[in-house]
Each structure stands twice: as structure tokens, then as C-alpha cells.
């Protein structure tokens, strides 16, 4: 089994950072995809970003592309989102997720999620 806790959410303002990081536990997190989505209340999850497990490929939705920095520190199990020029779009409740596959931009290859972390971005 594995657990994911994130932590780093927060109240900034427009044009503000935060970095959100993830630690895995349960099982090396070397050998896993990992990737990060998040969801605002009545929409569906959306797919920000994905780390494959030794960082050689990454992937960014769009309207993150030049803001968002995803990366790991497997000696740490952990995977960070740095989120810099933050916009009141960017409001969500942020999640992690793992998988044994390959990251995608879907939810269905990952087995493992956060409980996600909160981040309000005002105007």
C-alpha cells in the first residue's frame, strides 16, 4: 500500500507562488509515475502535471505551461509543484497521484491519491 500526503496549499494573492510538495510512503517512490490534478467544486479532476519515476519525461496542461515547475527528489519520496504567477483560475483543491504505469494525462492509470490540499488564489 502507499500513502500520498500533500501540504503546501494556502490562501496567495494574483501573481504570488506556492510550492506544493508530496510525500510518498509505502513504497519507494522510484517506481512510480507520479503526477498532480486538480478539481474545483462541480467540475470534474483536471490533469496539471506528471513526473515519470526517474524525471526523464514531464508533462504540463496548457494553462500552466511557464508557470508550473513539477519535480522529485526520490531520495525523498517526494514530488513538488512549484506554482509561481498564480491566477484566481488556479483555485483548487490540488491532489497527487501515483501509478505503477506510465503517467498520462487521465486519472485511470493511478491507483494511489492524496487527500489534496487546498489553494485559493485572490484577486
Known amino acids: 500500500q502507499v500513502q500520498l500526503v500533500e501540504s503546501g496549499g494556502g490562501l496567495v494573492q494574483a501573481g504570488g507562488s506556492l510550492r506544493l510538495s508530496c510525500a510518498a510512503s509505502?513504497?519507494?517512490?522510484?517506481?512510480?509515475?507520479m503526477a498532480w490534478f486538480r478539481q474545483v467544486p462541480g467540475k470534474e479532476r483536471e490533469f496539471v502535471a506528471s513526473?515519470?519515476?526517474?524525471?526523464?519525461?514531464?508533462y504540463y496542461v496548457d494553462s500552466v505551461k511557464g508557470r508550473f515547475t513539477i519535480s522529485r527528489d526520490n531520495a525523498k519520496n517526494t514530488v513538488y509543484l512549484q506554482m509561481n504567477s498564480l491566477k484566481p483560475v488556479d483555485t483548487a483543491v490540488y491532489y497527487c497521484?501515483?501509478?505503477?504505469?506510465?503517467?498520462?494525462?487521465?486519472?485511470?492509470?493511478?491507483?494511489?491519491w492524496g487527500q489534496g490540499t487546498q489553494v485559493t488564489v485572490s484577486s
Open positions: 497521484a501515483a501509478t505503477l504505469r506510465e503517467a498520462t494525462m487521465a486519472e485511470w492509470p493511478y491507483t494511489y
Open positions: 509505502g513504497r519507494t517512490g522510484s517506481s512510480m509515475d
Open positions: 513526473i515519470s519515476r526517474i524525471g526523464g519525461r514531464i
